[in-house]
């Protein structure tokens, strides 16, 4: 095991091996720390207890109670990783800056450091980084904060302070260079490398976002990403690695903006949610952050110390590895979604390669070369012009490469666009008259601050009920103190509605087939209805 150096003075005290550095300083703002691997280095961050008051977001950050200096617990600690130090400091949580912000109480916290000084041999890690873990620990709720509501914890929180070097102090750093890895939220999320000049694209559809990307947004970022990021420089493929090996109790996600000049970071915040739950309700779980592993990497490149961060997550779990080999494979879906064509294949194809270093046995072609849902290719052997040679040639291709081919079907999916559903009419499953089975879809209608107000309900393509409600919430007013004119209030709430329930049937008889439905409507303003019929006259003067 690597030997820990203590040193320490009135206003900090910093911690180091031959490898790698870590430091807790006291600033007028409070208490934040630094961490570096040789010359990479992150400097002057800290964490923060996010609050909600209002849907704005208020972080509370770690300082010392009044005349105190830095003091710390320092122990040897075993688990299932590793074995290292573990630093605890009793610390205040408090807000930030007063101006304009609601007055919170001291929120007393543990502040959590761990260094892994040795890794267990059987866990067979791919790398060999320096590793340190972040994490918050409430050490108990007084009465005047329990009713306060907890947004979640920031194991990293920078805000216009903090520095990112991931070059040698002597050589300048160009923020145009450095690469944010974005995790998708689940597995039709897409993942992104997005660069200087890239946003992460939220979907443009309101279903895309809502079945396909964290709900959580009342923290945003130019640059987001679901449980962890590797944040790299393109020229020396340095890295900063993040990665919340926990997800028991609380979903987790890093957010960031470009760097600012002098790599100045302007918001970097890795934090867990805790989805605004008032503070006397919070259960042990939910009484300390997720675990924030944070590693400074030259080599091996980034994504192996993601495996290994995600090797601690499993650990965590208590997931055993299956006795048999587990095929491990590249697939084009988590990528290019259905935009996938040949050439996205064959490109990927030469790099695997080219890199035998990689564990893959598989290369699957997922979603985007059918021509339709429900048109597999299986006996016509008909794919999209993005696959001008056939799946038969690009499967021959992965085999030749000695690699295994896979492909994705949805075998019980089918649309009525498809040569499927035209042809073999009877694959359909029907109801007792023949028709095709019910297909239901239910359409969610939302105002522009995202409340309901409409439902449809389709039914085998006929729409069979509708329920819209309004809600008008209106309390504004114009003063002009130089003029007697002009100065007007409204203030009131109505909640106007309207409904609708339609009743089909149809009728068949040989040679003859009806339509037969009753309509019921009904709407109402639900409040007061002002007759304007009297100023007709002088609105069409105004034509």
Known sequence: METLNIETLSDQIRFYTSRFSFVIAKQ??????????????????????LINIGNKIIPCTPVLPEKQDISFFLEDFN?????????????LFRVLSRKNNPIIPDIPA??????YLEHRTEINLISNPSFLSVQIILDFIPTDIENFQLFGYAPLYCKNHGVLRLKTPYSKQIAENITFYSN???SWSNSYLLTYFDKWPSSPVKMGRINMENQNQELSGRYQS???????????EASLVLGFVTLKDQFSRILMNRLEERDQISWLCAYSQT???????????????????ISLVSKPEAYEVLTDICRFGGILAKKTPSPEKILTGWCSWYYYYTKVCENDIISNLEFFKNHPDLPLDLVQLDDGYQTAIGDWGTSTEKFNSKFPHGLKWLVDKIHIAKFLAGIWVAPFFITRKSESFAQHSEWILNNDKGQNIIETIDTFTYDHVGRLISQTNNISNTVSRRLVKNNYDVNSSTENPSMSTWRRSMVY????????????????????????????EISSANSDIYALEIYDDYFSQAL
């Not at 688990?79 to 610390?91: E, R």
């Not at 543990?110 to 260094?115: A, C, D, E, K």
């Not at 779980?285 to 592993?293: D, Q």
């Not at 049937?505 to 009806?514: C, R, V």
Request: hydrophobic residues 35%; glycine residues 8%.
């Open 28 to 49: 007028d703002r409070g208490l934040f720390f630094s961490h570096s691997n040789g010359e990479l280095s992150l400097n002057s961050c800290t964490s923060a207890v």
């Open 493 to 520: 709430n109505v909640k106007p509605y309207r409904g609708a329930l339609y009743i089909q049937d149809k009728l068949e008889y040989e040679g003859f087939i009806a339509n037969a439905g009753i309509r019921a």
């Open 275 to 293: 989805d605004s739950i008032p503070m006397k309700k919070l259960n042990k779980g939910l009484r300390k952050s997720e675990m924030l592993m």
């Open 110 to 115: 543990t502040w959590i450091f761990h260094f």
């Open 79 to 91: 688990d299932q990783f590793g074995s290292g130090k573990k630093i605890k400091l009793k610390c």
């Open 184 to 186: 998708g939220w689940q």
């Open 226 to 236: 679901e449980w962890h990021t590797a944040i790299s420089e393109v020229t020396t």
